[in-house]
């Protein structure tokens, strides 16, 4: 969850990247971020 954050917010990736990145589906990722 944390890895989401550092990501979306300190590194500006995209949701897509987060997801490519981390091995989990964008829709898994939005969840984790609201």
Do not use: A, C, M
């Not at 979306?8 to 490519?20: L, S, T």
């Amino acid at each position: 969850y944390q890895d989401v954050i550092t990501l979306r917010f300190f590194e500006n990736k995209q949701i897509k990247e987060i997801g490519e990145i981390l091995g989990k589906w964008e829709g898994t990722i939005k969840s984790l971020l609201h």
